[in-house]
């Protein structure tokens, strides 16, 4: 004969699942607080007038801090986090600009330029 099912759940196994989920989304989010040490070089991007969006190229991996440098001829405006923020940056030809977060929380990068063409160098860190 098959045993019976308790009809009731055990409080103490209801505390305990909930315990060992808050612990997984603790953990996640410790994770996320430290640097791999990974620099992430990308292939040089064309920016034009229509602009481009730019995210890190490993799925779930945020970089920490990110830095462009604009080869030109054109200026770029450059804009991180694009649904978070909507402040652009001027990057004129020949400079390097960058920004550092003390987590991983950079999703992905905005590049246009008023007129023109510009080349532009994307060093990512996660």
């Given at each position: ?70 080869d030109g001829p ?53």
């Amino acid at each position: 004969m098959p045993e019976k099912v308790p009809k009731r759940v055990d409080p103490t196994f209801v505390l305990l699942d909930e315990i060992a989920s808050r612990l997984g989304d603790i953990s996640e989010r410790m994770e996320s607080m430290v640097e791999e040490g990974v620099i992430e070089v990308l292939e040089p991007k064309t920016v034009t007038p229509q602009g481009i969006v730019v995210k890190p190229p490993f799925y779930n991996k945020l970089w920490f801090g990110v830095k462009f440098t604009n080869d030109g001829p054109q200026s770029v405006w450059v804009w991180v986090n694009t649904g978070k923020s909507n402040q652009y940056q001027e990057l004129k030809v020949g400079e390097t600009w960058g920004v550092h977060f003390k987590t991983a929380v950079i999703e992905d990068m905005a590049l246009t330029t008023k007129t023109g063409k510009a080349t532009v160098r994307i060093r990512g860190e996660r």
